[in-house]
C-alpha cells in the first residue's frame, strides 16, 4: 500500500503509523516487505530494511502466490519476532506470531461490492486469517465488535488502532476560502466526497440527493467529487448521466497536500454518507478544518462522528437531502457541528495510532 502518490486510507495508516514506530524505536530492526520497487521516501530511518518480494500482488492468483508461497517461505526462513500486516493479509504457512490489522469486515456484509474473484478469495482466507493471527488490531470499537462475533475470536486479543488524520487538514480564512471557490466552482459555494469512486461508498444515492437539493437552491451549490475510479463505477455514471444539475458535480480524481486540504476547507460541508466503514478518515479531516460533516448513521461512522455531525440512513435520500437543506440554512447549527468538530477530532492522531499500535504489537510478542 506504500505507493507514492497513491496513498489512500489503508496506505496513510501503514505510513504515518510505521514512520512513528520505527523512529520511536531505534533498537528494533524492521524489514519492510514490498511487492514491486519502492521509494526511499518509505524507508523512514536507518533501522528499516527494504526487501522486495516477488510476484507483486494485484490479482487474486497472485495473492495466493505472494502471500501464500513467497511470504511464507520468506518468514518461515527470518523468523521474525513478528510479522505486522497493515493491510490484514497474513501467510497461513507462517507459525510464528502474526499480527493483522483489519480495518473493517465490507466483503462479509457487501460481497456484492467487489470482483467476485477478490471477493471469493477474502471470503475464503481472512477467517484463516483469523484463526492464524496472534492478535488483530482494528480502526474502531464497531470493528472490533464486528471481528469478534464474525470470526468468534475473544474480544479481549481485537485491539482498537484509532486512524488519525494528516496534519496538513486545517481551516482557511475566508479570502482564502473566497479564491478557492472562485478557483474550482466560479464563486458558487459546494459540498465536498473525499474517497474512492466505489459502490460502497454510496456515491449514486449522494447524487440523487444533490439533484434533489439543488432543485431548490438559491445559492446553487456544486458537489466536488475527490477520489479515483474503483470497480463498480460504472453504476456511478449511470447515475451522474441521469442528473438534472450533472454540470454542476466537479470530478477532480486524486488530490493531495494543501491543493486537497483548501478543497476540504473551503467547502460548505463533507458528505460521507457511506454504505460502510471502518473508520472514515474524511470526516475528522473535515472536522480538523472546520467543516460540518454529514456522514451515515450505521457502522463505525456514528462512533467517529459523535455529536459533531449531522446523521443520515444511506438508502435514504430524502434524509441526505434534509441534512444538507440544514447545514445550508441554518447558521447557528453550522457553527455548533464546527465547535464540536473541534473537540470531536482531538481525540485521533497518528501519534496515538502508532502509540496504540506498538502496543498491540508488543502484546503480541510478549505473549
Request: aromatic content about 14%.
Amino acid at each position: 500500500m506504500l505507493i507514492p502518490g497513491k496513498l489512500e486510507g489503508i496506505g496513510w495508516f501503514a505510513c504515518q503509523s510505521l514512520e512513528r514506530i520505527v523512529r520511536a524505536h531505534p533498537e528494533v530492526d524492521f524489514y519492510f516487505l514490498f511487492d514491486r520497487p519502492y521509494s526511499n521516501e518509505f524507508i523512514f530511518a536507518p533501522n528499516v530494511k527494504p526487501v522486495r518480494l516477488f510476484p507483486p500482488a494485484r490479482h487474486p492468483f497472485l495473492y495466493y502466490c505472494y502471500f501464500e508461497q513467497t511470504l511464507g517461505r520468506y518468514l518461515n526462513k527470518t523468523a521474525p519476532d513478528l510479522f505486522l500486516s497493515p493491510d490484514g493479509f497474513l501467510s497461513t504457512r507462517y507459525r510464528g506470531k502474526q499480527l493483522p490489522v483489519f480495518h473493517d469486515l465490507n466483503f462479509i456484509h457487501f460481497p456484492h461490492f467487489l470482483p467476485l474473484l477478490t471477493r471469493n478469495y477474502y471470503l475464503h482466507f481472512f477467517p484463516k486469517y483469523a484463526r492464524t493471527a496472534s492478535r488483530i488490531a482494528t480502526v474502531s470499537e464497531f470493528s472490533k465488535a464486528d471481528i469478534a462475533r464474525t470470526f468468534s475470536y475473544p474480544e479481549d486479543k481485537v485491539d482498537v488502532v484509532y486512524n488519525g488524520v494528516n496534519q496538513v487538514f486545517s481551516p482557511v480564512d475566508e479570502p482564502e476560502a473566497r479564491a478557492a471557490r472562485q478557483q474550482f466552482t466560479g464563486g458558487r459555494p459546494y459540498f465536498v466526497y473525499i474517497g474512492s469512486l466505489h459502490k460502497r461508498k454510496n456515491i449514486g444515492n449522494m447524487l440523487r440527493a444533490f439533484d434533489a437539493f439543488r432543485k431548490d437552491d438559491p445559492e446553487q451549490h456544486k458537489l466536488v467529487i475527490i477520489g479515483a475510479p474503483m470497480f463498480g463505477s460504472g453504476d456511478i455514471r449511470k447515475v451522474f448521466r441521469s442528473m438534472e444539475y450533472k454540470d454542476d458535480v466537479l470530478i477532480l480524481g486524486r488530490q493531495y497536500g494543501d491543493v486537497l486540504r483548501t478543497l476540504v476547507a473551503s467547502s460548505r460541508a463533507l458528505l460521507l454518507v457511506s454504505y460502510f466503514e471502518g473508520f472514515g478518515i474524511p470526516i475528522i479531516e473535515a472536522m480538523q478544518c472546520d467543516v460540518p460533516v454529514i456522514t451515515s448513521n450505521v457502522a463505525s461512522m456514528p462512533e467517529v462522528a459523535g455529536d459533531a455531525a449531522l446523521l443520515a440512513a444511506p438508502d435514504s435520500v430524502d434524509q441526505i437531502v434534509e441534512a444538507m437543506r440544514r447545514i445550508v440554512r441554518d447558521p447557528g447549527l453550522r457553527e455548533s457541528l464546527i465547535q464540536k468538530g473541534r473537540q470531536q477530532g482531538l481525540r485521533f492522531s497518528w501519534d496515538k495510532t502508532a502509540e496504540r499500535l506498538w502496543h498491540s504489537m508488543e502484546k503480541c510478542i510478549s505473549g
